[in-house]
């Protein structure tokens, strides 16, 4: 079946330092891959998505690469923000709906 | 409404008693997912509806829990006899379709705690 793995947590970095939160996942097919985040008091939201090998999705300076040959859709910033604090999920679309992963809890310290 | 409603937000409940929570998916989307949240466990899959119809019931727990839902529209999730164990947040999510690979919408959850 669908799984996916991501680095657990917490991650602890200062202000304006690089971020990238590891994630693979195992599949059968050609799955769709996303980031969800959950803003502390907040429901999931979506975060990026890309939907076929090589894609890149982005959005709020995030970024991750769909990657076919080593299975893995990591997340990237260049610079993250006090405001980026929060639980980060990766996730594989099946035919009943989305795998996730346990979340990533992110701490970004000013 | 404009989002996925879930109710109640919170509640607290003694072990052994019944457990109702509501989700009402945004208007128009067919299919609609329950999922539980508990610390330390990521997201765990419960069900999935397409319409009125759950295909796959072998993602609930165990047979105290119990989902529904009708008109295509409103879910209910059933705890029978709660357990200390069943504490989380239990979550839904509306999305157009099932399989489709665009974005699921999550309501902000119903947390449940059992003493």
């Known amino acids: 079946g669908n799984s996916v793995t991501q680095m657990e947590g917490p991650v602890t970095l200062s202000e304006e330092a690089f971020l990238t939160i590891n994630c693979t996942y195992t599949?059968?097919?050609?799955?769709?891959l996303f980031w969800y985040v959950q803003y502390p008091g907040e429901g999931l939201q979506l975060l990026l998505k890309?939907?076929?090998?090589?894609d890149k999705g982005s959005n709020k300076g995030f970024e991750a690469t769909y990657r076919k040959e080593t299975t893995s859709f990591h997340l990237e910033k260049g610079s993250v923000q006090v405001s980026d604090s929060a639980v980060y999920f990766c996730?594989?679309?099946?035919?009943?709906?989305?795998?996730f992963g346990k979340g990533t809890h992110l701490i970004i310290q000013p | 409404g404009a989002g996925v409603s879930q109710s109640p937000s919170n509640k607290v409940t003694e072990k052994g008693k019944d457990v109702e929570l509501r989700c009402d998916p945004i208007?128009?989307?067919?299919?609609l997912y329950w999922y539980r949240q508990s610390l330390g466990q990521g997201l765990e899959f419960l069900i999935y509806?397409?319409?009125?119809?759950?295909?796959?019931k072998s993602g609930l727990p165990s047979d105290r829990f119990s989902a529904e839902r009708t008109g295509g529209s409103v879910s209910t999730l059933t705890i029978q006899r709660t357990q200390q164990e069943d504490s989380a947040v239990y979550l839904c999510?509306?999305?157009?379709?099932?399989?489709?690979?665009?974005?699921?919408?999550f309501g902000e959850g119903s947390r449940l705690t059992v003493l």
């Open positions: 999510a509306s999305s157009l379709a099932l399989g489709w690979t665009g974005e699921l919408f």
């Open positions: 599949a059968t097919g050609y799955p769709s």
């Open positions: 890309a939907t076929k090998a090589d």
């Open positions: 996730a594989l679309s099946g035919d009943d709906g989305l795998t």
């Open positions: 208007s128009g989307h067919t299919a």
């Open positions: 509806f397409q319409g009125n119809s759950a295909p796959d």
